[in-house]
């Protein structure tokens, strides 16, 4: 779930098709995947060699205002995961087409910006977490990405939507909907808004540790769940990570504990009945030695200390977006019955009490898989 995807013209995908670099004549396309923000098409090509797919995107740019600066990180992200991945034979990275024109990407009769991946066979993606062997699988993948973005050289990435992590100024646009209360639904909801502003403790923290120079700024996924990642339709290992627009400046822990809000509840995101949500000690267990697998020997003590830490935070941060977008009447994340949004708030601070009340086991087991914490890094 997730923002409104774009209304705009039925596409050409045949003069899209062509615009990208050899691949022989293009044959046909059709849509693809279950992705909410970007319109994706699988397109067949047929080349000396027999048939070639492909996959055409066209970008939301209602989402992402800036494409050139988007396609930007995505050809300097991929080209570096591609090169750090090659010859391994583990996960690899999305590969991006050039466009015949020039630059990776292309832009139609009606305006909308195209890009083109290589298609990556024998794999699939699965919503949900519900077994520790995809929590595993997921957070390694997730892990491993950070690992080999981890010397990414140049210019610090574009914010493809700038301040997307920014706790604090979540928190301020839940203030700003508070207070303007265009659709009268404030009264309704003083409980959940009482419970989102008693927890402002959790909004700085991390960008306290950021400031003291404890958490360093990293190439992060900033949407880091099962779904963004593919999956070898035999054995069920991780195959390539994903869902690239989101890649930009952030915080190491933050990806694990999106990792930890989307797969550990044993509900779904909007479940009503708050008594069946709960965070899953088993998934919670597999994400920690997944993520560790991959990324424990770059991150350093302060970024493992706060893993769980970020767990609450990111789930906390996801409750006031809800809360805040139910409030300002639904404008951002879709919603199939009146009230999803309020309803998806309510299950994220019922998930963050779970989590709550699970924290030091929680952090017990970070602690189990990380060997030695430094002493002194705080765990917020
Ligand atoms: C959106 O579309 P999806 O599910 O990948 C949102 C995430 C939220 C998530 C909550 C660009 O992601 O930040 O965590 O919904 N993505 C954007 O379900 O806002
Ligand atoms: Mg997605």
Same mark, same amino acid.
């Given at each position: ?18 615009? !990208? ?9 059709? $849509? ?23 996959? %055409? ?6 989402? !992402?205002?800036?494409? $050139? ?10 080209? *570096? ?13 999305? +590969? ?60 610090? %990435? *574009? ?33 959940? =808004? ?17 400031? +003291? ?7 992060? *996924?900033?949407? #880091?769940? %099962? ?8 054995? /069920?290992? #991780?195959?390539?990570? =994903? ?5 930009? $400046? /952030? ?16 509900? $779904? ?13 088993? =998934? ?5 030695? @997944? ?19 970020? /767990? ?14 139910? %409030?300002? /009447? ?14 998806? #708030? ?6 963050? +009490? ?12 970070? +602690?189990?898989?990380? @060997?030695?914490?430094?002493? @002194?890094?705080?765990?917020?």
């Amino acid at each position: 779930m997730s923002a409104a995807p774009s209304t705009l013209p039925a596409p050409d995908l045949a003069g899209v098709g062509r615009a !990208f670099a050899g691949a022989g004549d293009f044959i046909s396309a059709e $849509p693809h995947g279950g992705g909410h923000i970007n319109d994706t098409f699988l397109a067949t090509y047929v080349g000396a060699a027999g048939p070639i797919r492909r996959v %055409l995107q066209r970008i939301n740019e209602t989402v !992402f205002r800036h494409v $050139p600066a988007l396609m930007e990180n995505v050809a300097r992200v991929t080209a *570096h995961a591609t090169d750090r991945l090659s010859g391994s034979a583990g996960q690899r990275s999305l +590969r991006l087409i050039p466009a015949q024109a020039g630059g990776f990407s292309h832009r139609d009769a009606t305006g909308g910006w195209w890009r083109c991946y290589e298609f990556v066979a024998g794999a699939h993606t699965e919503d949900h977490i519900q077994r520790p062997d995809q929590a595993r699988a997921a957070a390694r993948a997730f892990g491993e990405f950070q690992r080999v973005l981890s010397d990414l050289p140049g210019a610090r %990435l *574009h914010e493809t939507i700038p301040d997307f992590h920014h706790t604090r100024r979540r928190f301020e646009a839940l203030q700003r909907a508070v207070t303007a209360d265009p659709l009268r639904r404030v009264a309704a909801a003083r409980e959940d =808004i009482a419970q989102a502003f008693g927890r402002e403790p959790l909004v700085d923290t991390m960008l306290a540790l950021h400031r +003291r120079g404890v958490i360093p700024e990293r190439v992060t *996924h900033n949407d #880091a769940k %099962l779904g963004n990642v593919l999956l070898d339709d035999v054995t /069920g290992a #991780a195959v390539c990570v =994903i869902d690239l627009d989101t890649v930009m $400046p /952030g915080f190491a822990p933050f990806d694990f504990g999106e990792l930890v809000r989307s797969g550990t509840s044993t509900a $779904p995101e909007d479940e009503r009945d708050l008594s069946r949500i709960g965070a899953r000690r088993d =998934i919670f267990e597999a994400l920690v030695e @997944g993520y560790l697998s991959a990324a424990g020997a770059f991150l350093n003590a302060a970024e493992i200390a706060n893993l769980a830490f970020a /767990g609450r935070v990111m789930t906390y941060e996801n409750g006031i977006r809800f809360l805040a977008d139910h %409030l300002k /009447g639904d404008v951002y994340y879709k919603i199939t019955r009146p009230g999803q949004n309020l309803d998806r #708030a309510r299950s994220q601070f019922a998930l963050l +009490r779970s989590l709550e009340a699970q924290q030091t086991d929680f952090e017990d087991i970070v +602690r189990k898989y990380a @060997g030695s914490l430094a002493e @002194g890094d705080a765990i917020a």
